[in-house]
C-alpha cells in the first residue's frame, strides 16, 4: 500500500511541475485560412497580439491550406510554414526581442500580414 502512495505522490508531483513549466511560457496562436480565406493572424488569450513583451513564447500554428504559408520574422526569428507541404499543425519556441515582428503569408504577403511591437 506505501508503494501505491508513493507512485501516486510522485506523480502528482511531476503533474505539478508540468504545469508550472508550461504556465511559465507564455503560449501565441497563429492561424492561416482556414482553407483558401485569405486570413492571418496571431492572438495570444484570444486577442490579437499589437504589443508584446521580451522573452520567451510558445507559438502553435494553424496552416491547412495548399496556397498559404505561415511566416513569423523579426529580430532573432525567422519561422516558417511551407506552401506545398502541409503541417497541419506546428509549434515553435521562440525568443521575442525589442523590435517589429511580422507574420505573414509568402505569396500574398500584399494582403495577408500582420505586425506587432515587443518592448
Known amino acids: 500500500m506505501s508503494l501505491v502512495r508513493t507512485m501516486l505522490?510522485?506523480?502528482?508531483?511531476?503533474?505539478g511541475l508540468a504545469v508550472s513549466a508550461g504556465a511559465a511560457t507564455p503560449a501565441l496562436v497563429g492561424v492561416v485560412g482556414p482553407g483558401d480565406a485569405?486570413?492571418?493572424?496571431?492572438?495570444?488569450g484570444g486577442k490579437k497580439v499589437t504589443r508584446l513583451s521580451a522573452g520567451t513564447y510558445i507559438v502553435?500554428?494553424?496552416?491547412?491550406s495548399a496556397i498559404h504559408n505561415y511566416r513569423l520574422k523579426g529580430p532573432g526569428v525567422?519561422?516558417?510554414?511551407?506552401?506545398?507541404?502541409k503541417p497541419g499543425k506546428v509549434t515553435w519556441r521562440v525568443t521575442l526581442k525589442r523590435g517589429t515582428y511580422t507574420y505573414v503569408c509568402d505569396p500574398h504577403a500584399s494582403s495577408m500580414k500582420g505586425t506587432f511591437t515587443v518592448s
Open 38 to 44: 485569405f486570413k492571418i493572424t496571431l492572438t495570444k
Open 78 to 85: 525567422s519561422k516558417s510554414t511551407g506552401v506545398a507541404a
Open 60 to 64: 502553435t500554428v494553424s496552416d491547412t
Open 9 to 15: 505522490v510522485l506523480a502528482a508531483l511531476a503533474l
